[in-house]
T-cell receptor, first 111, second 114 residues
Framework: KQEVTQIPAALSVPEGENLVLNCSFT??????LQWFRQDPGKGLTSLLL?????REQTSGRLNASLDKSSGRSTLYIAASQPGDSATYLC??????????FGEGTQLTVNP | DAGVTQSPTHLIKTRGQHVTLRCSPI?????VSWYQQVLGQGPQFIFQ???????GRGNFPDRFSARQFPNYSSELNVNALLLGDSALYLC?????????????FGPGTRLTVT
């Protein structure tokens, strides 16, 4: 059974800082890994999708990496802004097409 | 193009009642999945439907059921509501039902059971 863990659970940083969010998973037989952003009381916004054959994906100030052998993924946010404040969730897709989510990292970027 | 839409946005029900939540996928998408997100936790998989057939089911009781219609929209039904069913219910669509396709989420339906 796939289990996904996210560390840290909460993070508070000053504006402009570069930061890394961590995600680990127990089953390396994943098809892909997605990072999502969730604002309070809202749905999920997909940020980056990494297929199992890829090692990283980039979108603007965001870069996500995937290491299946170690069961780890990281989300790197460059030059953080107050608008980046949200909960960030990672999710791995295994057989059966279901996503298994971590519990998220709540990020606060202070002006 | 419109994204995934869900209705209603918010819902308040009493214990023991029944509820129906609705989801319309992105145009052209044929697979719909349902997730439950309890406050402070990550979403939990409930169902996946592809081409009107159930393709996956999470660890939820039989009080939860779903179906997919010919236009690929979907309904999630929950019978005999419990206080613990209070959650944000998220619908996600993907182009096809395979394992590698990206899932796109709707805004969710906030269900409160009193």
């Amino acid at each position: 059974k796939q289990e996904v863990t996210q560390i840290p659970a909460a993070l508070s940083v000053p504006e402009g800082e570069n930061l890394v969010l961590n995600c680990s998973f127990t089953d390396s037989a994943i098809y892909n890994l997605q990072w999502f952003r969730q604002d309070p009381g809202k749905g999920l916004t997909s940020l980056l999708l990494i297929q199992s054959s890829q090692r990283e994906q980039t979108s603007g100030r965001l870069n996500a990496s995937l290491d299946k052998s170690s069961g780890r993924s990281t989300l790197y946010i460059a030059a953080s802004q107050p608008g980046d404040s949200a909960t960030y969730l990672c999710a791995g897709k295994t057989s059966g097409s279901r996503l298994t989510f971590g519990e998220g990292t709540q990020l606060t970027v202070n002006p | 193009d419109a994204g995934v839409t869900q209705s209603p946005t918010h819902l308040i029900k009493t214990r023991g009642q029944h509820v129906t939540l609705r989801c319309s996928p992105i145009s052209g998408h044929k697979s719909v999945s349902w997730y439950q997100q309890v406050l402070g936790q990550g979403p939990q998989f409930i169902f996946q439907y592809y081409e009107k057939e159930e393709r996956g089911r999470g660890n939820f009781p039989d009080r939860f059921s779903a179906r997919q219609f010919p236009n690929y929209s979907s309904e999630l039904n929950v019978n005999a509501l419990l206080l613990g069913d209070s959650a944000l219910y998220l619908c996600a669509s993907s182009l096809l039902g395979g394992d590698t396709y990206e899932q796109y989420f709707g805004p969710g339906t906030r269900l409160t059971v009193t």
